[in-house]
């Protein structure tokens, strides 16, 4: 490929998984008997990392809102959405249910005793009570009771319905209460959905159209091992665009080539170049080359995902998310970016921006939160198993005097004698350039220790 000049590379601009503010679930173990008149046929629980799937209706144990801060309930979603995955840990004579993803614990908000109490995501505290559960085996599945008040785990009036809220309530034989732990690196199909070997009838997902698609394809969902790195992509099919694709629920492109033309096709620094994608609140990306050029590169204007997307040249930005709300999360899963004079990842809006199982080389900066917006937010960022590449600047650009925080883990910095400074905390403004204020980790901004970075030459 042939790659354009690179300009002189500035500051970027501005927990993600911050995890945006992760929960835990806290689960003891089975030795403590069984509920009366109970068949245990639940087998016994280790600790590792599972998903709990509630009776009532299948519906998966979610964190809402990972990196963001504590206080957010907890809720039921369709399995096979993210933030699904907890670590359960022993913790005195029980367990904590930890977000596998950002750390944060599942607990019941304020301690409180009373029916109804809201489970949610908070930062873990060494011997909560509200934070350590108890697992009593029952015929098919486990009640998880709260070590400080004594009541089960349950889902909302028994709700059917996906975004139910999760809390306390008094123990009984309801399914609302009842939770079957699986293993994470099983699969359980979702009644209805297509999976890889059971296509959507009447869908093909071989070779898609610039339309959104309803399924995504078999590789979609493929996850990255733990600290490893697959080769660049070399896709064989390019596809022109001329004018900015909209997509609203899945765009899966299918391993193919996307590059800008006409409008689209900029590949300098203006602020004011438009999108090859822009993504609704809620949708996918997937399975995406955006070849050189690619102007603005993806505009999210919610809470989205970019699964699998890669960048082989970056224009002005890879990605900016445009979010609205606190509670809304950019997730890049998978993938790759290099040739960023400036940033990759641009925040302008509130909430969390997570970035894991992520390469990035010759780059000015990973992530920017952003320095100088007409409104400013507090803002979030996560980073798990992530490789950089020098040349580089910066890999992660937070506002401490706003409140932005960068919780990073299992980065691997492949600096071959170039250093690359991993936080650097600005002063955002409204108007005028930030300041650089610090860098480093801390325990408010930067949260991260030098056993969470590796250095490779």
């Known amino acids: 490929m042939t790659k354009r000049a690179k300009r002189a590379i500035p500051p970027r601009r501005g927990r993600i998984m911050a995890l945006g503010g992760v929960m835990a679930v806290l689960v003891t173990g089975i030795g403590g008997g069984l509920w009366a008149g109970a068949n245990a046929t639940a087998p016994a629980l280790k600790p590792g990392v599972y998903t709990l ?10 964190a809402p809102a990972p990196g963001g801060p504590d206080g957010a309930q907890l809720e039921q979603q369709p399995c ?30 304020d301690g409180r005793s009373g029916a109804g109490a809201a489970v949610q995501q908070e930062s873990c505290r060494k011997g909560a009570a509200s934070q350590r559960w108890t697992a009593k085996a029952v015929d098919g599945g486990h009640r998880l009771v709260n070590a400080g008040s004594g009541k089960c785990l349950a889902v909302k009036d028994g709700s059917r319905d996906a975004g139910a809220p999760v809390q306390q309530n008094s123990c009984d034989a ?5 939770w079957t732990f699986q293993a994470a690196n099983a699969t359980t199909p979702t009644p209805g959905r297509p999976t890889a070997t059971t296509p959507a009838p009447g869908r093909p997902t071989a070779k898609p159209t610039a339309k959104d698609t309803a399924q995504p ?46 409008a689209l ?10 999108p090859v994608f822009e993504l609704a609140d809620g949708a996918v990306l997937q399975n995406v080359v955006l070849g050189d050029t690619a102007s603005d590169g993806v505009h999210c204007k919610g809470s989205c995902t970019l699964r699998n997307v890669w960048w082989e040249n970056v224009g002005e930005d890879a990605a900016t998310f445009k979010s609205q709300a606190p509670s809304q999360t950019m997730t890049v899963d998978g993938g790759g970016a290099r040739g960023a004079a400036d940033k990759i990842f641009q925040h302008n809006g509130p909430g969390t921006f997570v970035i894991k199982n992520f390469q990035a080389e010759d780059f000015g900066k990973l992530y920017r939160s952003c320095g100088n917006c007409k409104t400013q937010y507090s803002r979030h960022l996560v980073i798990d198993n992530v490789r950089v590449t020098a040349p580089g600047k910066v890999i992660a650009g937070i506002n401490s005097n706003l409140g932005d925080t960068a919780k990073i883990s299992r980065l691997v910095v492949e600096d071959s004698g170039h250093p690359i400074t991993v ?35």
């Open 53 to 62: 799937a509630g009776a009532a209706r299948g519906m998966c144990l979610t």
């Open 80 to 109: 096979g959405k993210e933030r699904q995955q907890w670590r359960l840990t022993a913790a005195g004579d029980g367990y904590t249910l930890v977000a596998a993803d950002d750390g944060a614990c599942a607990g019941v908000r």
């Open 174 to 178: 309801a399914p609302a209460k009842r």
């Open 217 to 262: 394809t078999a590789t979609a969902s493929a996850p990255q091992p733990a600290g490893g790195f697959p080769a660049w992509p070399a896709p064989k099919e390019d596809v022109a665009l001329t004018a900015t694709q909209q997509v609203t629920t899945v765009f899966d492109g299918a391993g193919r080539r996307f590059v800008g033309k006409g």
């Open 265 to 274: 096709g900029g590949s300098g620094q203006s602020e004011n170049q438009p």
């Open 423 to 457: 936080c650097q905390r600005f002063e955002g403004v409204t108007k005028g350039e930030p300041k650089p204020i610090g860098s480093g980790p801390d325990t408010s901004h930067c949260l991260y220790t030098p056993a969470d970075i590796t250095h490779r030459p």
